[in-house]
């Protein structure tokens, strides 16, 4: 995510999936945020000193059972029964997130960060923190961002923070049954220009059945393999005066955290282009990445999810394919994400940290995130995360109209010889490239 929420590519063998995720009719993607030079460090400050508040968030270690016994005594959960023993944790308490995944031998796919959650909705900058997705609403800076007061002549850590209409308080249950959640609130916010956006959000949470793999990713699941699936279905509608361009716009922003590992990378496939324009940005975020944690193998973007080093890339909506993922080496557990992308070119809200930005639309609508431990460098963050994050476009909707994204999960944990098959289909890289080019031998 290009936030402080953080706290804040193919081969033809893949070129169908490309074709389908295109038919899709949902927006999607939003965020991006440039930051120059000067705003580097400040970023970097607001993330590790609004984190420094929430250590202690790891949750790979505790079991799936011990995450539910817990939320059920701090907040709530909602367990949705998958396949083969898999499960999938939902808290419309904790503002409506998808908090974790269990799947084969993984009991915990998702960062669930008790800690923090058994606080209380305290923290002075940031409470909805944690969970494989959950709901926000961006751009975060510039001059149609939401995340700084109106009029704030600076964006600091100081004055950093998550709109509390979706930061703190529950969503209301709609609708429930054994494979689907309905949720629903109503969210408030005011962009640095002092604009008001009011609208309604409703989320429907479910599971994607493996006998849906071919439809949604262009898969069969192989035998042996286990598997958890599921979505968000988001909309945002405006119940308030007409948005306009020019004093700003709105969309949705989802965010999924992941327990990190030194086995882990993220792959992000992409488009070609003409020109040998590279395929991604990062140093507008974080800063550059390092060499060694980010590069491209093939059609894809491969990152570090080690949580050793606070570090973002993010790709725009000429390049994206509509899909990336994750690997654990350590666990053997394959996550895929998939996000609408609209065939026409659209806005997409830009989170650079300025007070006035020159192009305001032109943010990314896939990012990725790494945490890291700022005041021990190279050690492992104490919330050890990476995220996989897409976002919707912003587009001025009059009063009744809506925008919608859609955010699907998949994970699939068995052999090495099958999930590297299906990270070359899905992905369109294999798992040997990916691991010979991040942890060369010897190293």
Wanted: net charge neutral; with cysteine.
């Amino acid at each position: 995510m290009q936030h402080v929420d953080s706290m804040h590519a193919r081969q033809a063998s893949s070129s169908s999936l490309l074709k389908l995720n295109e038919k899709l009719i949902s927006p999607p993607s939003l965020f991006h945020g440039n930051r120059d030079m000067t705003n580097r460090t400040i970023c970097l400050l607001v993330f590790c000193s609004g984190f420094s508040a929430l250590q202690g968030c790891l949750s790979s270690s505790t079991g799936f059972e011990s995450i539910r016994i817990f939320l059920d005594s701090n907040a709530d959960a909602i367990v949705l029964e998958g396949e083969t023993g898999s499960k999938l944790l939902v808290s419309p308490r904790l503002q409506g997130r998808i908090m974790t995944a269990k799947v084969g031998s993984v009991e915990s796919t998702g960062l669930v960060p008790q800690k923090t959650i058994k606080e209380g909705e305290s923290h002075a900058h940031f409470n909805n923190f944690g969970g494989i997705d959950r709901f926000w609403i961006g751009p975060e800076a510039g001059q149609y961002g939401v995340y700084f007061p109106p009029g704030a002549k600076e964006l600091t850590r100081d004055n950093w923070q998550v709109p509390a209409s979706f930061d703190t308080g529950a969503f209301t249950v709609l609708e429930k049954n054994e494979r689907t959640v309905q949720l629903h609130k109503e969210i408030g916010v005011t962009n640095l220009l002092g604009v008001e956006f009011k609208t309604t959000v409703t989320r429907e949470i479910g599971l994607i059945p493996s006998s849906s793999l071919d439809t949604e990713l262009g898969i069969e699941l192989p035998a042996g393999v286990s598997y958890l699936g599921c979505y968000s279905d988001n909309r945002l509608t405006n119940t308030g005066k007409d948005w306009d361009p020019k004093t700003g716009l709105v969309g949705i922003w989802i965010l999924g955290m992941f327990n990190a590992s030194d086995q882990s990378a993220v792959i992000a496939p992409f488009k070609s282009a003409a020109g040998g324009k590279p395929p991604y940005s990062d140093a507008a975020y974080f800063g550059k990445v390092a060499e060694d944690r980010l590069k491209v193998i093939d059609q894809s973007v491969i990152f570090r999810g080690d949580a050793r080093k606070v570090g973002k890339f993010g790709i725009s909506q000429d390049r994206t394919t509509g899909l990336a993922g994750s690997f654990d080496f350590g666990r053997n557990l394959l996550t895929v994400v998939r996000f609408n992308v609209p065939q026409t070119m659209e806005r997409y809200g830009n989170s650079t940290w300025n007070v006035t930005q020159e192009d305001p639309y032109s943010g990314d609508v896939f990012q990725s995130y790494n945490n890291g431990d700022g005041e021990n460098p190279g050690g492992v963050a104490a919330d050890a995360f990476f995220e996989l994050e897409s976002a919707s476009p912003v587009r001025p909707l009059r009063k009744g109209e809506s925008i919608s994204h859609r955010h699907a999960t998949y994970h699939f944990q068995g052999s090495r010889k099958e999930l590297d098959k299906l990270a070359s289909k899905i992905l369109g890289v294999s798992l040997d490239k990916v691991q010979a080019a991040m942890w060369p031998a010897g190293s």
